[in-house]
Structure formats: C-alpha cells, structure tokens
C-alpha cells in the first residue's frame, strides 16, 4: 500500500468525530435515564421525571436512526412507546416495571457497543430482549423478557453494562470546556506571548536592568494565571461518577435480599480529572463492603427501629485546599471486638487493650484482613479495603473512618485539589535534590550529635518526649558521600503515622509541576514522580506513606 492510500481523508475524519460525539451524548442520556428511573421508583406520580425519561429515549431514537443505526433507533422506539404508556397511565410505575426499564437501559447500551462496534451487528439476544419486552410489561414487569436464570442475568446486565461503559470511555475520552475558560486561556497567551517579545526584545537591546526584571515579573505573573487557567480547565464536578454507583446500590441490594438507596451530597463540587479516575475503584468497594457488612436485611432493620430502607450517602466539599468526600452509610457499624480478635490471630498484635478505635479500624487495611464469616461474591476476601488504602496513598491522600455500632460508619477521604502541581519543600542530600509535599511536613529539628555517627542510617530520636523513628535518605537511596556535620530532620506525618526523614539541607518552599517518572522507573520505593528545577535539575518527589511505613516497619519494638 503507498503512502498515499494509508493518509485519512477528511471525510473519515468527520465520521469519527461525529461517532464519538454520539457516543458521548448516548451515554450521558442513558446514565441520566438510569438516574431518573431510580428517582420515579420513590416518585411514581412525579409527572416531570416521565416526560425527562421519554424526551431522552425519543432523542436516543432520533440520534441513532440519522446515522444509520436502525436496530438501536426500533430498540429506542420500544421503549419511547412503553414510556408513552406510562405518561398516559394505562400502566402504572412500580418496582417490577422500574426493574424492566433498567435492563431496557442496559441493553441499549448493548445495542449500542455492538453497531457502532467492528461487528455493526447486533447481538439476537438484544433483538429478542425488545421484541418481548412489551409483553412483559404487559405481565407488569414480574417476567423478564429473557431465558436466563436470575442470577445469572444480574451478572450479565452488571457485567455488560460496566463492559460498555469501559469500552466507550476509550473511545470518548475528553473533556467538555466551558466556552468562557476557553476564550480567558486564549487571551491569556496572547498575552504571554507579547510580555515573551518585549523580554527578548529588552534582552537584545541590552535594555535597563530594572525595565527587565519588570517585564521578566510581567512574564512569570502571565505564566502563572495560565497554569491556574489550565487547571481550572482540568476540574470537573464529581456528581457524574457518583451517580454511577446509584444503579449499583439497588441491583446489589435487591440481590442479597436487602433494599438501599444511594444520596449524593455536594455533587457540584469540582475536582482535577485524574483523581476523578483514581476514586472509581475504592468507592466501588466501599459501597459493596458498606452493602455486605454493613446494610443490614429490612427485618432486621425494623427490629432496630430503623427504617426498612438503607441509606448511603456520598459527599464532597472543600476544605482548606483539598477535597473531602465521605461515604456514610446507617448501617450496622464496624464490629470492633471481632477486628481486635481478628488482628490478634493473624499476629498483628498481642491484645487489643490501649488502642483507640481509629488504629483498631486501620486493621482493615491490611492485605487479606477480613471478618466475613463467609466469602460472598461482594466481599470476605480482605482485598478491597487494602485496594482502597493503595489507591488513597497514590493520590497522596487520607483516610479516616468513625463508626458507631449499630448506628453506621463515615469513611472520610481527605486528597488533594490536583495531582498536576504540589506546594513542596525542597531538601538536599549531597548533590541530589528531593521535594516532600508540605501538606505532611509537621515541622523541621536538628538532629541530635549523638545519632550523627549510627552507621545503619535509621533509629529512633526524642521528640518532646516522644519517640519519633527516622530514615536517612542517603542511606536508604545508597547515595556514598559523606554527610555534614549539621543534618536536619524533617518531621512528616500521614495516615496516622509520624517518622523522620534525615537530610542534609533545607532549601525551603518550592511549587513543583509533577512529571511521571515512566513506566521504566514506576515502584521505585520511596518515590512518587519527579519534577523539573530552575536550573534544568530534575528532583524526585518523596513518597511519605511509602517511607513512613519503612520507618514504622524498621523500629516497631522501640516505638509501639
């Protein structure tokens, strides 16, 4: 094939983007048809959310059918016509109907995935879902219009539904700019560029050193308005990825003989699109735990005094700089005493007197800690608390959880605004610079003569009475050298945990643009990324929670 013959056409790109731009609003209607069916359950006379849920398959419909995609349009228009009897009220909104109605969701999206995919066929099982599925509304939605026993089509709509949403984020990632932000960034390097040709043109012209230090203060305000205008452009609301785990909360529950409800709280609140991403996994398996362990059945609900209803709520507010989002549930708490026994017989400590509750419930973080009873297809195999925990400390974030027994649990996720740029500390070690994240530098002390000389480079110092452990980061990174004859200790504290880091020098307070290290050099212990100096040094940005572990790990009979 020539050269020639390979180039894209720009009809085939016009193509493309229009396939991606529907594919995009597809989801968006689909995730919001899903959002208010959930709402028309605990709503049956509201009117307004019908109408929604009708304008948003027949858009569906439309959309589908202008390019070509005819089975999806008839799917869609199955629906449309379902829904226009609901809007006329020949069939009456209840829970076997709203059931029925959400697997029509969750074949559409099938339907989708598979015409718009390299097959452009759909699948006879999505033609014959459609093709029964007004009989079984007929039957008042107690009949599924599929031969798959019940546990298994729970698995299949879960599974595909999860599938396809995958599936169309590959070929749809992107962002929606609001025009405004766009326009101000436009000007703002216009603007840059004129205040860069007046430097240079100063600089040529061997201009003032005070008209030159004015424009070079002009440039650096410039540049850093733009960066805050490119994060701004990065920040998006986290109400999307919350309700998608509304469908969830019901499906799971309904399936384990329990019935919950999930409430967003602060879903306005915007945040830096990868740690939107990062979030996805742990809140997946908190709500599951939260479901299994904690939700407890409607009878014994009502036995408590409690309503037959579970809730969960999941919310998000800023404070002081970071985002906070808490997942609070009203079940039947965390059951401390079972922790304890359980940590005392996987060795994890001797007894569990003296220990406040936060670090009896750290437990659940450890790998393959559990207290279910039974391995259930939710939980009980003490993975996913400990893929929470990893996921947190990769965002460089907290974790805390308060629990009432018999009451229910608030976890609180405490991470930062972006994961692009960090206020940081710079220290020296030899010639080699690092940066720590200030957020968990406590304070800065000088180390004490007598621990100048320990050839091991870790111990333990006094700090007001207090032991604190300590690393040497010229040993732990096998720099050589020797050290000088004044190291500083700098105090960090994370998730809990305190220790010392031993450097050589302090230079102070730095914002570090984050750059990704590769996936040559990605695990490398004690480091998180790397960042670019203003001399064209690259410094290394310090995993805390990695080396607080280290330090905790190195002297735990001197400091328990």
């Not at 039974?374 to 965002?395: P, Q």
């Not at 304070?443 to 700090?463: A, F, H, Q, R, Y």
């Amino acid at each position: 094939m020539d050269k020639e013959s390979e180039e894209v056409s720009p009809e085939e790109i016009t193509l493309e983007m229009v396939l991606k731009t529907f594919l995009a609003e597809a989801e968006e209607h689909l995730s919001k048809m899903e959002e208010m069916l959930l709402a028309l359950e605990t709503e049956p006379e509201n009117d307004e959310l019908l109408h929604m849920i009708f304008r948003m398959a027949h858009t569906l419909k439309g959309n589908s059918g202008s390019l070509g995609f005819a089975q999806t349009a008839d799917s869609a228009h199955v629906v449309e016509d379902l829904l226009q009897r609901l809007r006329n009220r020949t069939l009456s909104v209840h829970e076997g109907l709203i059931s029925l109605l959400l697997q029509a969701v969750d074949f559409l999206r099938r339907s989708i995935s598979e015409e718009t995919g390299e097959t452009a066929a759909v699948s006879p099982a999505v033609v014959d879902f459609f093709r029964r599925l007004p009989s079984a509304a007929a039957k008042g939605g107690d009949e599924t219009p599929t031969d798959l026993p019940a546990q298994d089509r729970r698995k299949e709509a879960t599974g595909r539904r999860e599938e396809d949403r995958h599936s169309w984020n590959d070929r749809t990632r992107s962002l929606r700019i609001d025009l405004d932000r766009l326009d101000r960034l436009l000007n703002l390097a216009g603007e840059v560029a004129i205040a860069q040709g007046r430097l240079g043109q100063l600089l040529e012209w061997r201009g003032k050193r005070e008209e030159i230090l004015e424009a070079h203060q002009e440039a650096n305000r410039l540049f850093i308005d733009l960066q805050e205008q490119v994060m701004k452009i990065r920040m998006v609301p986290v109400g999307p990825v919350f309700r998608q785990h509304l469908r969830m909360v019901r499906d799971i529950a309904r399936a384990h003989g329990k019935s919950a409800r999930l409430a967003i709280e602060g879903g306005e609140v915007e945040v830096d699109t990868t740690v939107i991403e990062h979030l996805k996994d742990p809140l997946l398996h908190l709500i599951r735990n939260a479901l299994d362990h904690g939700i407890e059945r409607p009878d014994q609900r009502k036995a408590a005094g409690k309503d037959p209803c579970g809730r969960i709520v999941l919310r998000a507010l800023h404070d002081a700089g970071s985002i906070v989002i808490q997942l609070e549930d009203d079940g039947a708490g965390f059951n401390r005493r079972r922790i304890v026994e359980k940590a005392i017989s996987k060795g994890m400590i001797s007894s569990g007197e003296g220990l406040s509750d936060e670090e009896v419930y750290r437990f659940v973080f450890e790998p393959g800690f559990s207290t279910a009873e039974a391995v259930t297809d939710l939980s009980g195999r003490g993975v996913g608390m400990d893929v929470v925990r990893r996921n947190i400390d990769a965002l460089r974030g907290a974790i805390s959880i308060e629990s009432r027994e018999g009451k229910g649990t608030t976890l609180t996720f405490r991470l930062p605004l972006t994961l692009a740029i960090i206020e940081g500390f710079a220290v020296g070690v030899g010639e080699e610079t690092y940066v720590i994240p200030l957020e968990v530098i406590a304070e800065c002390l000088e180390l004490p003569k007598e621990e100048s000389g320990n050839p091991t480079g870790d111990g333990v110092i006094s700090v007001r009475g207090r032991p604190l452990p300590y690393l040497r980061l010229r040993h732990l990174f096998r720099l050589g050298g020797s050290a000088p004859r004044r190291e500083s200790v700098v105090v960090v504290k994370s998730a809990g945990k305190e220790a010392g880091l031993v450097v050589d020098f302090l230079h102070g307070e730095m914002q570090a643009v984050i750059k990704s290290l590769g996936k040559l050099f990605q695990g490398l212990p004690g480091i998180s990324g790397s960042t670019i100096l203003g001399d064209g040094r690259v410094a290394l940005i310090l995993d805390v929670t990695g080396l607080l572990h280290e330090a905790v790990r190195r002297q735990p009979e001197r400091v328990g």
